[in-house]
Antibody
Framework: QVTLRESGPALVKPTQTLTLTCTFS??????????VSWIRQPPGKALEWLAL???????YYSTSLKTRLTISKDTSKNQVVLTMTNMDPVDTATYYC????????????????WGQGTLVTVSS | QSALTQPASVSGSPGQSITISCTGT?????????VSWYQQHPGKAPKLMIY???NRPSGVSNRFSGSKSGNTASLTISGLQAEDEADYYC????????????FGGGTKLTVL
């Protein structure tokens, strides 16, 4: 049974750095083809893809946020961590982590399992 | 502005069929068979409904189907039920240098 769970602060101040952890079970991020991605959703708005890390430790970022994002994994702990620097009120959103499967060319195909999401509010 | 274009809203009566479109470019929807669709009820996480354009995960009703023509993908829901009322998002891999994965802006489905 595959599960993912996001954890992190519910409230951060502007300019602070946000650190979110995705703890998962039911699969290994050392298995070929496995990836974990972060997606966010501002209140009442659409999903926005943020970052992805694959089993080979390759990392991909949304270019618009690339300078602020860092994704990393701890395979032994079954965790993926996302940090976002210089937080702003516009970054207020529910942040999701999701499992992604890739094809034989390492192209991400779809998000098959999602965490329940964690709401992060940016306010002074 | 989202990379993939969806209608903001669609509606239908119980028992009817509706189709939600998702328009992209040859760098995403048109270039790869990696379009997926997600259902999201209020306050809940998205749920995978269709993957690789037209495949249904185990447990998803066969009332949900997907297709693609050129740069536009479509999700069709037949035999509408009240529980289908939700937001629906399409997604695709993209070879654009600015993104790796793109989502649509979402479509609110109302069951009348």
């Amino acid at each position: 049974q595959v599960t993912l769970r996001e954890s992190g602060p519910a409230l951060v101040k502007p300019t602070q750095t946000l650190t979110l952890t995705c703890t998962f079970s039911g699969f290994s991020l050392s298995t070929s083809g496995m990836c974990v991605s972060w997606i966010r959703q501002p209140p009442g708005k659409a999903l926005e893809w943020l970052a992805l890390i694959d089993w080979d430790d390759d990392k991909y970022y949304s270019t618009s946020l690339k300078t602020r994002l860092t994704i990393s994994k701890d395979t032994s702990k079954n965790q993926v961590v996302l940090t976002m620097t210089n937080m702003d009120p516009v970054d207020t959103a529910t942040y999701y982590c999701a499992r992604v499967l890739t094809d034989s060319s390492s192209v991400p195909t779809y998000f098959d399992y999602w965490g329940q999401g964690t709401l992060v509010t940016v306010s002074s | 502005q989202s990379a993939l274009t969806q209608p903001a809203s669609v509606s239908g009566s119980p028992g009817q069929s509706i189709t939600i479109s998702c328009t992209g470019t040859s760098s995403d929807v048109g270039g790869y068979n990696y379009v997926s669709w997600y259902q999201q009820h209020p306050g809940k996480a998205p749920k995978l409904m269709i993957y690789d354009v037209s495949n249904r995960p185990s447990g998803v009703s066969n009332r949900f189907s997907g297709s693609k023509s050129g740069n536009t993908a479509s999700l069709t829901i037949s035999g509408l039920q009240a529980e289908d009322e939700a937001d629906y998002y399409c997604s695709s891999y993209t070879s654009s240098s600015t993104l790796h994965v793109v989502f649509g802006g979402g479509t609110k489905l109302t069951v009348l």
